[in-house]
């Protein structure tokens, strides 16, 4: 162990990753990301930044010949579960987490009917109406299930890739067409077209991956450190 103040700030910083950890590991997000609207552009710290990279350099980095089994979406349970039983499955959670001016469903509290997205990947107000128009708005894993699966969620209980799959701190409403851009991607293959949420959007990823403990390529760790350090921070 090394001393002096350094040593007292990485540890801090630490301490504050696998309290990170644990929360995103028990479904709970991590502070000031996951529990609240997720849509909104919460300012990044020096602080978050600082622990994000710390964070970068604990994933470990597999190599070019680790491939996974061929994935497929059932390895991840049913989509969207009620993993937390309160009677609503995840994506009406999310609907009614990350929009504003929410209509619900006078015969089903769950359900939402309207509402208004500040999209984060694009930067555009999204209108939801329920019904033929409802894939305009869509729900993506920040980290996608295929790059969990070769990252790591392979090796993976069926009942914990299902809590992967449901866990809000993985999870976005954003604009439909962009989520379905992205696909399976990850950070070295895609990032928000708002350059403005790439900080974001990377340090959430990074997030997440600590606390699941899943790997990343290389390339993919040049990618998430490029968008970290390109943050614009407030102290």
């Known amino acids: 162990m090394h001393g002096g103040r350094m040593g007292g700030r990485v540890g801090g910083r630490l301490v504050w990753v696998l309290v990170a950890a644990v929360c995103l590991a028990l479904g709970l997000g991590a502070p000031a990301l996951g529990r609240v609207q997720a849509s909104a552009r919460h300012p990044v710290t020096v602080a978050d930044r600082d622990a994000a990279l710390v964070a970068l350099a ?5 190599g070019p010949d680790e491939h996974a089994d ?24 999310v609907l009614r987490r990350d929009l504003v001016a929410v209509t619900l469903d006078p015969a089903d509290a769950c359900v939402v009917l309207s509402g208004s997205l500040a999209d984060p990947y694009t ?8 019904g033929e128009r409802s894939a305009d708005v869509q729900i993506d894993h920040v980290v996608a299930l295929a790059d969990a699966w ?7 209980s069926p009942d914990r890739r299902e809590r992967f799959a449901n866990d809000p701190a993985n ?9 379905e851009d992205k696909g399976a991607s990850d950070a070295a293959q895609w990032l928000p077209p708002d350059p403005g949420y790439g900080c974001v959007y990377a340090v959430r990823q ?24 390109s943050c614009t921070v407030t102290r």
Request: net charge positive; proline share 3%; charged share 25%.
């Open 58 to 62: 604990t994933l470990r980095v597999r």
């Open 70 to 93: 061929a994935y497929e979406r059932s390895e991840f349970g049913t989509a969207w579960a009620d993993v937390d039983r309160n009677g609503c499955d995840t994506r009406q959670d």
């Open 123 to 130: 930067g555009r107000t999204i209108p939801f109406l329920r």
């Open 150 to 156: 070769a990252s790591g969620a392979a090796q993976w």
């Open 171 to 179: 999870l976005l409403a954003v604009d439909g067409p962009a989520n």
């Open 206 to 229: 990074v997030r997440v991956k600590a606390a699941y403990g899943l790997s990343v390529a290389s390339d993919e760790r040049a990618a998430l450190a490029a968008a970290i350090g």
